[in-house]
């Protein structure tokens, strides 16, 4: 898979975050490590305080969407990740960063969008959850991670990469803001003020996207064109059936999946959707030996 790999201009992630040391923490941990073994292209020509461009939020939002131009959508997948990186820290271990980002890369560039400044990264959290943010910007758990082989973790990135080339949470995001959602969360989000460069709106949308979740047709084409997207890289194609699968014997109540569960279709239904998508069209690319993450690891060590 290293031979693969072609070089891929990095943009840096950078998400500039005053006072809160954690999430600056966190992003320095990102810079090295996107910055380390990958090439990197000079950072985009895009604001790096979310507080300028989180002004114009609620109007860029509101635009149709051939207005928010790709600029304007990664500004946006920036604050968002800001979001989701100020609630859960990095995972310390480098070279599982380093892995999960080669991984998450391979199969972006096999994807309509590879030129987008896709960054993949693991959140220290026991939960099984992934996220996605527009722009390229993409988060597993460690919970998660640790319960996956290679082509399932595949599987799983590809459908949040569906996500993104697709914009489904933009789109999620601007029917929130059209409905006026925003002042009423902003209303809420008053009284328990964060600071920080992340604007409030984006911060209050932001919540309530990763809360509540997409559309259920949004995540059923998620599945479907994911797992196309997964063959397409060279993965077993039922590495996110096999996912799937252990989703659906999760304990709804169990608080290491509550979120993953409340927030997408039921596994079964999921499942159903899949096969009568999938049929036995891509059996034929099933059928290769599985290969743990700890392998991979251990290859690089
Ligand atoms: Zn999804």
Redesign the pocket.
């Known amino acids: 898979m290293k031979t693969q790999m072609r070089a891929y201009a990095a943009a840096v992630l950078i998400i500039a975050i005053p006072g809160a040391f954690a999430q600056n923490k966190a992003l320095s941990m990102l810079n090295s490590l996107v910055g380390g073994q990958l090439p990197t292209a000079p950072a985009a020509p895009l604001p790096t305080n979310g507080a300028a461009a989180g002004g114009d939020l609620l109007q860029l939002l509101s635009q149709s969407q051939g207005q928010i131009d790709e600029a304007k959508e990664i500004e946006i997948g920036r604050q968002l990740a800001a979001v989701l990186l100020g609630s859960k820290p990095l995972h310390p271990d480098m070279a599982l960063q380093r892995y999960v980002n080669r991984l998450g890369r391979w199969i972006s560039l096999q994807s309509s969008r590879p030129q987008l400044p896709w960054s993949f990264a693991v959140l220290d959290d026991p939960g099984f959850n992934a996220f996605a943010a527009p722009g390229g910007y993409i988060f597993v758990t460690k919970g998660l991670v640790d319960r996956m082989d290679e082509a399932e973790l595949a599987g799983i990135l590809a ?2 990469i569906t ?1 993104v080339v697709d914009r489904h949470h933009l789109n999620a995001l601007r029917v929130k803001a059209r409905a006026g959602l925003v002042t009423q969360l902003l209303a809420a989000q008053l009284k328990n003020n964060m600071g920080g460069a992340v604007s409030a709106q984006m911060l209050a949308l932001g919540r309530n996207l990763y809360s509540s979740g ?1 559309d259920q047709g949004d ?1 059923f084409d ?1 599945d479907r064109n994911g797992v196309a997207l997964a063959t397409r890289a060279g993965f077993d194609p039922y590495g996110l059936a096999s996912v799937l699968q252990q989703l659906r014997t999760a304990a709804p109540e169990d608080p290491l999946f509550s979120l993953s569960l409340s927030t ?1 279709p039921p596994a079964q239904q999921r499942l159903d959707q899949l096969a009568g998508a999938m049929g036995s069209r891509l059996d034929a690319y099933s059928g290769k030996p599985a290969v743990s993450v700890a392998h991979r690891l251990g290859g690089r060590r």
Request: aromatic share 0%; charged share 30%; hydrophobic share 30%.
């Open positions: 459908h949040e996500h997409l995540e998620a997408h």
